[in-house]
T-cell receptor, first 112, second 115 residues
């Protein structure tokens, strides 16, 4: 059973059409939730870290929010350059607590 | 400030050959990591080093060894490559403590094909 689930797997948006990506997690003892952007052929690029429910972070057209069991990445008026795969990762307390558990990502395509 | 660098960028091996993937970071981070990324599987942790002088197994360590050479460098070795090790390998590093605690910063990756 996946501990971190991202949905949808793929999303196509028209330029300017706002939407949200979801990341849900099933274990307790959250010690951080991380959002990354990954372009084809590149390494993941750090976007946000959220540590507690109710926390929000913003960067340009992106806004990340966190509840007790999920996080949303809201994209407002996206542009074609926002096309990428967005990865969510979670750090849990306990054994192996340095580890991040990654979701499989949401591939976002923004059409001009 | 180059961040995390990895060499080589691409590599093709034959089954049974060995090789070492190199990683270096110039951000004075204590912790370093090796991941592999396969289609449909997401990023999976192979090994990590919480600090200089320590290494620990991650989720998928079989077939790999690591060396934390100093604070900057963390290498991954495949002693006898297998086709199942065809993947994209990413190195990452993270600070301990402070505002950016545990945030991992990734290198550009090494694309490895084992024939």
């Amino acid at each position: 059973e996946d501990q971190v689930t991202q949905s949808p797997e793929a999303l196509r948006l028209q330029e300017g059409e706002s939407s949200s990506l979801n990341c849900s997690y099933t274990v307790s003892g959250l010690r951080g939730l991380f959002w990354y952007r990954q372009d084809p052929g590149k390494g993941p690029e750090f976007l946000f870290t959220l540590y507690s429910a109710g926390e929000e972070k913003e960067k340009e057209r992106l806004k990340a929010t966190l509840t007790k069991k999920e996080s949303f990445l809201h994209i407002t008026a996206p542009k074609p350059e926002d096309s990428a795969t967005y990865l969510c990762a979670v750090r849990f307390s306990g054994a192996g607590s340095y580890q991040l558990t990654f979701g499989k990502g949401t591939k976002l395509s923004v059409i001009p | 400030n180059a961040g995390v660098t990895q060499t080589p960028k691409f590599q093709v091996l034959k089954t049974g050959q060995s090789m070492t993937l190199q990683c270096a970071q110039d951000m004075n981070h204590n912790s370093m990591y090796w991941y592999r990324q396969d289609p449909g599987m997401g990023l999976r942790l192979i090994y990590y080093s919480a600090s200089e002088g320590t290494t620990d197994k991650g989720e998928v360590p079989n077939g790999y060894n690591v060396s934390r050479l100093n604070k900057r460098e963390f290498s991954l070795r495949l002693e006898s490559a297998a086709p199942s090790q065809t993947s994209v390998y990413f190195c990452a590093s993270s600070p301990q403590g402070g505002e950016g605690r545990n945030t991992q910063y990734f290198g550009p990756g090494t694309r490895l094909t084992v024939l």
